[in-house]
């Protein structure tokens, strides 16, 4: 059985940021989580201007939003 996002133990999440995000911090820095997708079936996505609120979604859905943006259908980003 897979728990709910809102059961997942954040101070474990293993960040890392978007090779695009600002190297000084002091942009848009969208950070990503990958270490629940085999416990949780989930990959979690952040924005370190906003701590403590993500987006909890499945490997297939995160995988369809990357081969998207790949393939520049979300325009210039």
């Known amino acids: 059985m897979t728990l ?10 293993c960040w890392f940021k978007s090779t695009y995000s600002d ?3 002091q942009g848009d820095c969208v950070q990503v989580a990958t270490n629940f997708r085999t416990s ?7 924005d370190t201007k906003t701590p403590g609120v993500h987006l909890a979604i499945s ?12 393939a520049g259908e979300f325009g210039t980003i």
Do not use: R, V, W
């Open 4 to 13: 709910p996002a809102s059961a997942i133990d954040l101070s474990t999440a």
């Open 23 to 25: 190297p000084q911090g």
């Open 40 to 46: 949780h079936d989930l990959i979690l996505i952040g």
């Open 59 to 70: 490997p297939e859905a995160f995988a369809a939003f990357i081969s998207a943006t790949s």
